[in-house]
Protein backbone atom coordinates (compact mmCIF):
# COMPACT_ATOMS: atom_id res chain seq x y z
CA UNK A 1 0.00 0.00 0.00
CA UNK A 2 1.63 3.18 -1.35
CA UNK A 3 0.32 7.05 -0.73
CA UNK A 4 1.37 8.69 -3.79
CA UNK A 5 1.18 12.36 -4.40
CA UNK A 6 1.55 14.63 -7.35
CA UNK A 7 0.43 16.97 -9.99
CA UNK A 8 -1.53 17.30 -13.33
CA UNK A 9 1.14 17.66 -16.56
CA UNK A 10 4.98 18.67 -15.86
CA UNK A 11 5.33 21.72 -18.90
CA UNK A 12 3.90 24.41 -17.01
CA UNK A 13 5.76 28.13 -17.82
CA UNK A 14 5.34 29.50 -14.14
CA UNK A 15 6.90 26.25 -12.92
CA UNK A 16 10.30 27.42 -14.81
CA UNK A 17 12.90 29.95 -13.40
CA UNK A 18 13.22 28.97 -9.95
CA UNK A 19 9.78 28.39 -8.62
CA UNK A 20 10.07 24.12 -9.26
CA UNK A 21 12.85 23.84 -11.96
CA UNK A 22 16.06 25.49 -11.62
CA UNK A 23 16.99 28.18 -13.65
CA UNK A 24 18.51 26.90 -16.82
CA UNK A 25 17.21 23.28 -16.57
CA UNK A 26 16.13 22.01 -20.07
CA UNK A 27 12.52 21.54 -20.68
CA UNK A 28 13.70 18.07 -22.40
CA UNK A 29 14.71 17.21 -18.46
CA UNK A 30 11.65 18.83 -16.74
CA UNK A 31 9.99 15.29 -16.33
CA UNK A 32 13.14 13.52 -15.10
CA UNK A 33 13.21 16.13 -12.81
CA UNK A 34 9.70 16.51 -11.16
CA UNK A 35 9.07 12.78 -11.08
CA UNK A 36 12.20 12.55 -8.50
CA UNK A 37 10.48 14.43 -6.55
CA UNK A 38 6.82 13.48 -6.75
CA UNK A 39 5.32 10.12 -6.66
CA UNK A 40 2.83 10.62 -9.35
CA UNK A 41 1.89 12.60 -12.24
CA UNK A 42 -1.88 12.96 -14.15
CA UNK A 43 -0.99 13.01 -17.75
CA UNK A 44 -4.18 15.93 -19.05
CA UNK A 45 -2.97 15.47 -22.52
CA UNK A 46 -4.64 11.79 -23.39
CA UNK A 47 -7.73 13.63 -22.67
CA UNK A 48 -7.84 15.74 -26.06
CA UNK A 49 -6.06 13.47 -28.25
CA UNK A 50 -4.23 10.03 -28.81
CA UNK A 51 -0.68 10.09 -28.17
CA UNK A 52 1.89 7.80 -29.74
CA UNK A 53 3.55 4.58 -28.60
CA UNK A 54 7.09 5.95 -28.90
CA UNK A 55 5.83 8.95 -26.07
CA UNK A 56 4.54 6.35 -23.48
CA UNK A 57 7.99 4.69 -24.18
CA UNK A 58 9.96 7.75 -23.27
CA UNK A 59 7.96 8.96 -20.34
CA UNK A 60 8.44 5.41 -18.90
CA UNK A 61 11.81 5.31 -19.79
CA UNK A 62 12.54 8.94 -18.25
CA UNK A 63 10.84 8.29 -14.45
CA UNK A 64 12.49 6.47 -12.11
CA UNK A 65 11.23 2.64 -10.85
CA UNK A 66 7.87 3.17 -8.03
CA UNK A 67 7.14 6.26 -9.99
CA UNK A 68 3.88 6.32 -11.98
CA UNK A 69 1.30 8.05 -14.25
CA UNK A 70 -2.47 8.35 -13.88
CA UNK A 71 -3.91 8.98 -17.54
CA UNK A 72 -6.74 11.33 -18.48
CA UNK A 73 -9.69 9.11 -20.54
CA UNK A 74 -10.37 10.87 -23.81
CA UNK A 75 -13.17 13.48 -24.09
CA UNK A 76 -14.29 11.39 -26.67
CA UNK A 77 -15.63 8.68 -24.46
CA UNK A 78 -17.00 10.80 -22.07
CA UNK A 79 -18.04 14.14 -23.48
CA UNK A 80 -20.90 12.78 -25.26
CA UNK A 81 -24.72 12.67 -24.36
CA UNK A 82 -24.97 8.44 -23.70
CA UNK A 83 -22.18 6.91 -22.48
CA UNK A 84 -23.28 3.45 -22.84
CA UNK A 85 -22.14 4.16 -26.64
CA UNK A 86 -18.74 4.78 -25.96
CA UNK A 87 -17.23 1.51 -26.68
CA UNK A 88 -15.26 1.99 -29.54
CA UNK A 89 -13.74 5.18 -28.11
CA UNK A 90 -12.73 2.87 -24.98
CA UNK A 91 -10.64 0.20 -27.24
CA UNK A 92 -9.14 3.16 -28.85
CA UNK A 93 -7.81 5.10 -25.77
CA UNK A 94 -6.41 2.01 -24.43
CA UNK A 95 -4.94 0.71 -27.82
CA UNK A 96 -3.01 3.62 -28.23
CA UNK A 97 0.07 2.58 -26.71
CA UNK A 98 -0.68 2.77 -22.87
CA UNK A 99 1.08 -0.44 -22.07
CA UNK A 100 4.36 0.64 -23.37
CA UNK A 101 4.30 2.73 -19.70
CA UNK A 102 4.85 -1.04 -18.33
CA UNK A 103 5.21 -0.39 -14.53
CA UNK A 104 4.50 2.94 -14.66
CA UNK A 105 1.08 2.70 -15.85
CA UNK A 106 -1.54 3.97 -12.28
CA UNK A 107 -5.17 4.70 -12.91
CA UNK A 108 -7.16 5.78 -15.94
CA UNK A 109 -9.46 8.91 -14.77
CA UNK A 110 -12.68 9.27 -16.34
CA UNK A 111 -13.85 12.47 -15.62
CA UNK A 112 -17.65 13.58 -16.18
CA UNK A 113 -18.67 16.85 -17.66
CA UNK A 114 -20.13 18.57 -14.68
CA UNK A 115 -23.46 18.47 -15.95
CA UNK A 116 -23.51 15.07 -16.44
CA UNK A 117 -26.54 13.17 -14.66
CA UNK A 118 -26.67 9.96 -13.30
CA UNK A 119 -28.65 7.05 -14.99
CA UNK A 120 -28.36 4.12 -13.45
CA UNK A 121 -28.75 1.61 -16.41
CA UNK A 122 -26.24 4.18 -18.73
CA UNK A 123 -23.75 3.87 -15.84
CA UNK A 124 -24.13 0.18 -15.35
CA UNK A 125 -23.29 -0.32 -19.18
CA UNK A 126 -20.49 2.21 -19.07
CA UNK A 127 -18.29 0.52 -15.98
CA UNK A 128 -18.90 -3.07 -18.14
CA UNK A 129 -16.76 -1.27 -20.95
CA UNK A 130 -14.06 -0.65 -18.88
CA UNK A 131 -11.40 -3.45 -20.13
CA UNK A 132 -9.68 -4.94 -16.88
CA UNK A 133 -6.26 -5.09 -18.82
CA UNK A 134 -4.33 -4.47 -21.91
CA UNK A 135 -1.58 -6.77 -22.86
CA UNK A 136 -1.51 -8.22 -19.94
CA UNK A 137 -1.23 -5.08 -17.70
CA UNK A 138 -3.92 -4.80 -14.97
CA UNK A 139 -6.00 -1.31 -15.54
CA UNK A 140 -7.28 0.49 -12.61
CA UNK A 141 -10.31 3.37 -13.82
CA UNK A 142 -11.65 6.13 -11.22
CA UNK A 143 -14.50 8.19 -12.23
CA UNK A 144 -14.85 11.38 -11.40
CA UNK A 145 -18.66 12.85 -11.01
CA UNK A 146 -19.96 16.17 -11.29
CA UNK A 147 -23.21 16.57 -10.57
CA UNK A 148 -25.52 15.61 -7.56
CA UNK A 149 -27.07 13.09 -8.76
CA UNK A 150 -24.28 10.92 -8.59
CA UNK A 151 -24.36 10.86 -4.81
CA UNK A 152 -26.61 8.35 -4.30
CA UNK A 153 -26.29 4.52 -2.99
CA UNK A 154 -27.41 3.02 -6.67
CA UNK A 155 -23.93 5.26 -7.99
CA UNK A 156 -22.09 3.69 -4.92
CA UNK A 157 -22.95 0.32 -5.72
CA UNK A 158 -22.22 0.36 -9.20
CA UNK A 159 -19.05 1.07 -8.93
CA UNK A 160 -18.26 -1.10 -6.18
CA UNK A 161 -19.34 -3.87 -8.42
CA UNK A 162 -17.01 -2.84 -11.31
CA UNK A 163 -14.03 -2.15 -8.90
CA UNK A 164 -13.67 1.55 -10.58
CA UNK A 165 -12.77 3.91 -7.94
CA UNK A 166 -14.78 6.87 -7.15
CA UNK A 167 -12.94 10.10 -7.02
CA UNK A 168 -12.81 12.14 -3.88
CA UNK A 169 -12.75 15.71 -5.79
CA UNK A 170 -12.38 19.06 -4.24
CA UNK A 171 -13.66 21.14 -7.25
CA UNK A 172 -16.57 23.82 -7.64
CA UNK A 173 -19.59 22.58 -9.25
CA UNK A 174 -18.07 18.60 -8.48
CA UNK A 175 -20.46 16.92 -5.42
CA UNK A 176 -18.16 15.21 -3.21
CA UNK A 177 -18.67 11.63 -2.63
CA UNK A 178 -16.23 9.89 0.01
CA UNK A 179 -17.11 6.17 -0.60
CA UNK A 180 -14.61 3.81 -1.20
CA UNK A 181 -15.39 1.44 -3.81
CA UNK A 182 -12.00 -0.19 -5.11
CA UNK A 183 -8.95 -1.73 -4.12
CA UNK A 184 -7.16 2.15 -4.09
CA UNK A 185 -8.18 6.06 -3.91
CA UNK A 186 -7.96 8.64 -6.34
CA UNK A 187 -8.10 12.38 -4.70
CA UNK A 188 -8.11 15.35 -6.92
CA UNK A 189 -7.19 18.62 -4.74
CA UNK A 190 -8.09 21.65 -6.68
CA UNK A 191 -8.42 24.59 -4.60
CA UNK A 192 -4.44 25.91 -4.12
CA UNK A 193 -4.29 29.88 -3.49
CA UNK A 194 -1.66 31.60 -4.35
CA UNK A 195 -0.94 33.47 -1.62
CA UNK A 196 -0.01 30.56 -0.19
CA UNK A 197 3.49 28.92 -0.86
CA UNK A 198 2.14 25.33 -0.22
CA UNK A 199 -1.07 25.85 -1.94
CA UNK A 200 -3.05 24.62 0.39
CA UNK A 201 -2.34 25.93 4.34
CA UNK A 202 -1.03 23.80 6.80
CA UNK A 203 -4.43 22.85 8.53
CA UNK A 204 -5.76 21.76 4.96
CA UNK A 205 -2.91 19.21 4.08
CA UNK A 206 -3.45 17.33 7.80
CA UNK A 207 -6.89 17.13 6.57
CA UNK A 208 -5.65 15.87 3.37
CA UNK A 209 -3.03 13.73 4.59
CA UNK A 210 -5.55 12.24 7.11
CA UNK A 211 -8.27 11.11 4.55
CA UNK A 212 -4.59 9.59 2.57
CA UNK A 213 -3.56 7.32 5.32
CA UNK A 214 -7.26 6.27 6.48
CA UNK A 215 -8.25 5.27 3.18
CA UNK A 216 -4.27 3.48 2.48
CA UNK A 217 -5.44 1.73 6.12
CA UNK A 218 -9.18 0.56 5.06
CA UNK A 219 -11.09 3.23 7.67
CA UNK A 220 -13.83 4.96 6.28
CA UNK A 221 -13.04 8.90 7.92
CA UNK A 222 -15.90 10.78 9.89
CA UNK A 223 -17.16 13.76 8.57
CA UNK A 224 -17.18 13.02 5.22
CA UNK A 225 -20.10 13.32 2.43
CA UNK A 226 -20.69 9.58 2.10
CA UNK A 227 -23.51 8.63 -0.25
CA UNK A 228 -23.92 5.29 0.90
CA UNK A 229 -23.67 3.67 4.50
CA UNK A 230 -20.23 4.94 5.56
CA UNK A 231 -19.47 1.51 7.44
CA UNK A 232 -19.56 -0.01 4.32
CA UNK A 233 -16.21 2.05 2.76
CA UNK A 234 -14.31 0.33 5.27
CA UNK A 235 -11.65 -2.73 5.02
CA UNK A 236 -10.70 -1.08 1.53
CA UNK A 237 -7.50 -0.26 1.92
CA UNK A 238 -4.59 0.40 -0.85
CA UNK A 239 -2.80 2.57 -2.72
CA UNK A 240 -3.48 6.45 -2.40
CA UNK A 241 -3.14 8.73 -5.55
CA UNK A 242 -3.85 12.41 -4.24
CA UNK A 243 -3.18 14.81 -6.83
CA UNK A 244 -2.41 18.73 -6.82
CA UNK A 245 -4.19 19.55 -9.76
CA UNK A 246 -6.00 23.00 -10.05
CA UNK A 247 -6.71 26.40 -8.54
CA UNK A 248 -2.97 28.36 -8.69
CA UNK A 249 -1.53 25.72 -10.71
CA UNK A 250 1.80 26.96 -9.63
CA UNK A 251 1.66 25.89 -6.01
CA UNK A 252 1.11 22.81 -7.76
CA UNK A 253 4.58 20.86 -6.68
CA UNK A 254 4.62 22.53 -3.41
CA UNK A 255 2.18 21.55 -2.42
CA UNK A 256 2.30 18.37 -3.39
CA UNK A 257 6.09 17.87 -1.98
CA UNK A 258 4.15 19.74 1.18
CA UNK A 259 1.70 16.84 1.42
CA UNK A 260 4.72 13.70 1.18
CA UNK A 261 6.62 15.37 3.71
CA UNK A 262 3.53 15.23 6.21
CA UNK A 263 2.78 11.72 4.94
CA UNK A 264 6.06 10.38 5.87
CA UNK A 265 6.00 11.94 9.48
CA UNK A 266 2.81 10.06 10.14
CA UNK A 267 4.56 6.70 9.06
Given at each position: MTIRTGIGGWTYPDWRGGMFYPKGLRQA????????????????????????????????DDTPPGFVFALK?????????????????????VGQGIAELGDRLGPILWQLAKTKRFERDEMAAFLALLPPEVAGL???????????????????ELARKARVAIVWSEDDGRVPIADRTAGFAYLRCQKMQPECETGYDRADLDRIAGMCRAWSGGSAPQ???????????QDYGGDVFAFMINGAKERAPAAAMALAEILEGLQ
Open positions: DELSYAAQRLGAIEINGTFYRLQKPESFAKWRGSRFVTNRKDLSQAGESIDKFPLRHAIEAGHESFACPEFVGLAYAAEPTDS
